[in-house]
């Protein structure tokens, strides 16, 4: 089976863990995330004929001012960056975000907008018209607590990384 | 080379040098190629073998490369031409499968026995406990005991994406999530290479060994892969060397598999071969010497005690066979007629009849040479026509008859006695003799119609009360001043002797007391023993009056500690006859 290394990041709270909770077979504990900055799922999704299976890596919540290590984005296939549409500052710490990954690598970034089921924030849409949306390959629309698109973009995610070649 | 790098020095940069590279470069070139090309075939052929076998010796990779692919020539062989190689393989087969059933049969037996022995010695129990103190299985304890080390499981870890490529785990049935410890492993890795970069000028720091109190991460980092082992108990130094040699060689063979990784790890299938060879381990010496003098003590200790306690059973029961033979051919004596005899449980029960006057049949088979202990007697009583219980049976009657003489020799009574006493005196006699001998013991009695003197008569029998009444006793418990059960019936029957010495003492118009005297042994203090021997005393005296004696004739005393012997708790009696002017003064 093919295996996958996947990335997660976003500001703190916009809900990347809530994302894949329900979702993949969890080990271990979420103590782990705070020791070392990032906890680990894995995923088994299907794309066509063949199963993939995503090693996700949770990586705690970073903002402008404070990083990520860089080196757990070493081998990732793809990195999904989650933002919150409640708030609009979480949107600025995605895009940095994004700027930071592909300064360090080149890998397919999708933007992931959370909680969909909630009313966007006033002054959402200004944020979101902002050139640095070019570096994103595609962007999904989710809410974990519904579950709503959360199936379709791993989905996507798997498509996506088998395209990648890795290193 | 080194020719053509002289040559091209000399020629420098001549037309020469010019032909000579097309010759070689040129249109030529083909023809080069083709000449050497021609020859490539011997050219292999003459140093293939050398080449294998010098390769495989240098660093063993021979095989490494060449395994899957005899094993896929091999699957593909038996896929195709089945029945040939069942023919191939059929004179094999049967004592393969011998060889190996019995191999497999001798493995279990020794592995049970080694299991039942550390499990049934102080040892097994010892380390029971302290697998349970330790919080981890039996099993597990036992592994980190026996083994000096023992490698568990390997895995081999693509260094760029923490994806697990391959891994081999000992004992399959516990099996953790190789992918997840595989990402985990390389996200801590990442940690502490972040963590630590700036105190060593860039170089990038990685783990090399995470260690618990008995468990081991060795992690070897390649260029391309990292090989994980995790090992229980202590592993040598260089334990690490050997798995540096295996990754070194999967790096070798894989080398454009592992730069050419996709996520599809598949292809790593065959480092199967090279991983297994990092499963190795190394038993304690000292519990290989031991085995063979290891002794399964919780086992053989009952297993003797049964045996010992088996065997007494045997014994006994042949010596009370033997016994019991001897007692039913005993010779039989006057008076004890033998029923039957058995075994029962570890005695030998004896029914018996017994005429009163022959000896108990106890003291019967204790005169013959029998332990007492070995015996349980269940007699019962008859008369017996036996002559020469006749001896005996007169003395009987003559105690009751004070007023005759006895001649023993002759075995008569003689003198005279009233009518109604020799009426008595006869149905004693009839009631054990026949009627013959009866009359010829009465020969010499006379019969006196007034009678002999009533009064002597009755003085007669106040003497042989009295003396009866002092030869009483009763014998008490320990600390006990209460009668034991078994004396009710000797209480009754002194109680009548009593009464009717009072009624004789009045008859003869005189008087007597019976001193009941309360004993006790020397335990205890002086003055418990005197209370303790005046209560029994007491006791003995509330009894008596129970019974219906006259309390007045009844006098207690407390002798105190009497000596040693348990027959010192006792009661006895005194019986003391009083001068008319001695009554005045025993009622003051």
Same mark, same amino acid.
């Given at each position: 089976m093919i295996q996958k290394k996947i990335c997660m990041l976003g500001a703190s709270a916009v809900g990347k863990t809530s994302l894949v909770k329900q979702y993949v077979e969890g080990i271990f504990s979420d103590r782990y995330l705070t020791s070392i900055g990032v906890k680990i799922d894995k995923k088994v999704v299907d794309v066509g004929d063949s199963s993939v299976q995503l090693m996700l890596w949770d990586i705690e919540g970073v903002d402008r001012y404070a990083g990520f290590n860089p080196k757990y984005l070493r081998g990732s296939a793809a990195a999904i960056v989650v933002v919150d549409q409640t708030r609009p500052q979480s949107l600025l710490d995605g895009l940095e975000i994004c700027r930071m990954i592909k300064a360090e690598k080149d890998v397919p970034v999708v933007m992931v907008i959370n909680k969909s089921d909630l009313p966007k924030a006033d002054g959402w849409d200004g944020v979101a018209e902002n050139d640095g949306l070019a570096m994103i390959e595609a962007n999904f629309q989710t809410s974990a607590k519904t579950g709503e698109g959360v199936e379709n973009m791993f989905l996507a995610i798997a498509e996506l990384a088998l395209k990648t070649k890795v290193g | 080379m080194n020719r053509n790098t002289d040559n091209e020095a000399s020629l420098g940069n001549s037309e020469e040098m010019l032909q000579f590279r097309q010759l070689i470069l040129g249109k030529d070139n083909q023809l080069v190629r083709d000449a050497v090309e021609e020859n490539a075939r011997d050219l292999v052929a003459d140093v293939l073998t050398e080449a294998l076998h010098d390769r495989q010796k240098a660093d063993g990779s021979v095989s490494g490369v060449l395994t899957p692919l005899v094993e896929k020539a091999v699957e593909n062989s038996v896929n195709d031409r089945k029945e040939q190689f069942v023919s191939y393989l059929y004179p094999l087969v049967g004592s393969l499968v011998r060889k190996s059933v019995s191999a497999f049969l001798a493995e279990i037996i020794e592995q049970t026995n080694e299991m039942l022995e550390s499990s049934l010695t102080y040892k097994g129990l010892r380390w029971r406990f302290e697998a349970r103190r330790a919080g981890v299985s039996y099993s597990q304890y036992v592994v980190q005991q026996t083994f000096v080390f023992r490698v568990e499981q390997v895995l081999l870890i693509h260094r760029e994406t923490g994806l697990l490529l391959k891994t081999v785990i000992r004992d399959k049935t516990q099996t953790a999530d190789g992918d997840m410890f595989s990402a985990m492993l390389t996200a801590i890795n990442d940690f502490v290479a972040d963590s630590f970069t700036h105190q060593s000028e860039g170089n990038e720091q990685s783990l090399d060994e995470i260690k618990t109190d008995d468990f081991t991460l060795l992690i070897k980092q390649g260029p391309k892969a990292v090989l994980v082992a995790a090992i229980t108990g202590n592993p040598p130094a260089n334990i690490g060397s050997e798995f540096q040699k295996t990754l070194e060689n999967i790096h070798q063979i894989y080398n454009d598999e592992l730069n050419n990784f996709e996520g599809d790890a598949s292809v790593f299938e065959n480092t199967e071969q090279q991983l297994n060879s990092c499963l190795i381990e190394q038993q304690k010496e000292s519990d290989k010497q031991e085995s063979p003098k290891k002794i399964p003590w919780l086992v053989i200790v009952p297993l003797l005690m049964a045996l010992s306690a088996f065997s007494y059973w045997i014994v006994k029961h042949w010596q009370l066979d033997n016994l019991l033979e001897k007692v039913l051919v005993l010779d039989e004596v006057s008076g004890i007629v033998l029923l039957d005899a058995e075994l029962c449980d570890d005695k030998i029960c004896v029914k018996t009849l017994r005429d009163p006057a022959a000896q108990e049949t106890m003291s019967w088979l204790m005169s013959t040479g029998f332990s007492q202990t070995l015996f349980r007697i269940d007699e019962r009583s008859y008369q017996s026509l036996d002559m020469k219980l006749l001896p005996e049976k007169l003395q009987r009657i003559h105690h009751d008859f004070p007023e005759i003489g006895y001649n023993q020799t002759e075995l008569k009574f003689f003198g005279s006695i009233s009518n109604d006493r020799f009426q008595e005196l006869r149905a004693a006699l009839s009631s054990m003799l026949e009627s013959a001998t009866v009359n010829n013991v009465l020969s010499d009695v006379q019969v006196s119609p007034q009678g002999v003197d009533e009064r002597l008569l009755n003085q007669m029998l106040f003497e042989k009360n009295k003396s009866e009444i002092r030869d009483a006793s009763f014998l008490f418990n320990m600390n006990e001043k209460n009668l034991v059960d078994s004396n009710a019936e000797a209480v009754k029957d002194i109680s009548e002797k009593i009464i009717y010495t009072t009624a004789l003492s009045k008859k003869l118009g005189q008087r007597f007391l019976v001193v009941i005297m309360g004993a006790s042994s020397n335990d205890g203090s002086d003055g418990h023993n005197q209370k303790l021997s005046l209560e029994r005393a007491e006791t003995v005296q509330g009894a008596l009056i129970t019974q219906g *004696? #006259?309390? #007045? *004739?009844l006098r207690v005393a407390g002798l105190g500690g009497l000596g040693v012997n348990d027959d010192a708790r006792r009661v006895i009696f005194e019986v003391i006859r009083l001068e008319p002017d001695n009554i005045e003064k025993a009622k003051n």
């Open positions: - | *004696v #006259d309390p #007045d *004739v």
